[in-house]
T-cell receptor, first 112, second 113 residues
Framework: DAGVIQSPRHEVTEMGQEVTLRCKPI?????LFWYRQTMMRGLELLIY????????DSGMPEDRFSAKMPNASFSTLKIQPSEPRDSAVYFC??????????FGPGTRLTVT | GDSVTQMEGPVTLSEEAFLTINCTYT??????LFWYVQYPGEGLQLLLK?????DKGSNKGFEATYRKETTSFHLEKGSVQVSDSAVYFC????????????FGKGTHLIIQP
């Protein structure tokens, strides 16, 4: 299995631009999670989906952030408009049970 | 709400030293507990887990025991190697569903030859 796939691996954009991060979970997994990692706040859960349905988005920082999962093999996290404080590493993870979550390599986002 | 507290680093040890990274938690019910490891430039990898009290998780020479009475899940290894240098995260899931993990801040471990 290829594991969780994220793209792009690195993204540099200017403030105000739209950013879209992509994730392909492991085939057969029915839960998908988006996390953000920063030095100041550590790892934070932004949103998670179960069977393509958003279950808890209470971690999404504000309305500029949105996430979709149109099918079982693809999810996006969109930031519009982006701000410098959004700079972080964004991880996607998937799982098929209540325990192990498998993480992707992350997308390092820099907003200038 | 749920929370995980782990010792802050960096922790610097010499090769073959004994390692302990402390982790304590606060959670409702009976959480499952995990240690994840993050090598430089990579995502998190599950290192070990324990799902009920007194369970011991182990992998690659690392061990951690789920202690309900002290709400702890300390990570130990008898003899560390340079290749163990990484950031280690303690985490938990509470409740019965496929919820997101609650992570500690992470402990940066540096092993010197």
């Amino acid at each position: 299995d290829a594991g969780v796939i994220q793209s792009p691996r690195h993204e540099v954009t200017e403030m105000g631009q739209e950013v879209t991060l992509r994730c392909k979970p492991i085939s057969g997994h029915n839960s998908l999670f988006w996390y953000r990692q920063t030095m100041m706040r550590g790892l934070e859960l932004l949103i998670y989906f179960n069977n393509n349905v958003p279950i808890d988005d209470s971690g999404m920082p504000e309305d500029r952030f949105s996430a979709k999962m149109p099918n079982a093999s693809f999810s996006t996290l969109k930031i519009q408009p982006s701000e410098p404080r959004d700079s972080a590493v964004y991880f996607c993870a998937s799982s098929s049970r209540v325990s192990e979550q498998y993480f992707g390599p992350g997308t390092r986002l820099t907003v200038t | 709400g749920d929370s995980v507290t782990q010792m802050e680093g960096p922790v610097t040890l010499s090769e073959e030293a004994f390692l302990t990274i402390n982790c304590t938690y606060t959670a409702t019910g009976y959480p499952s507990l995990f240690w994840y490891v993050q090598y430089p430039g990579e995502g998190l990898q599950l290192l070990l887990k324990a799902t009920k009290a007194d369970d011991k998780g182990s992998n690659k020479g690392f061990e951690a025991t789920y202690r309900k009475e002290t709400t702890s899940f300390h990570l130990e290894k008898g003899s560390v190697q340079v290749s163990d240098s990484a950031v280690y995260f303690c985490a938990l899931i509470s409740g019965g569903g496929a919820d997101g993990l609650t992570f500690g801040k992470g402990t940066h471990l540096i092993i010197q030859p």
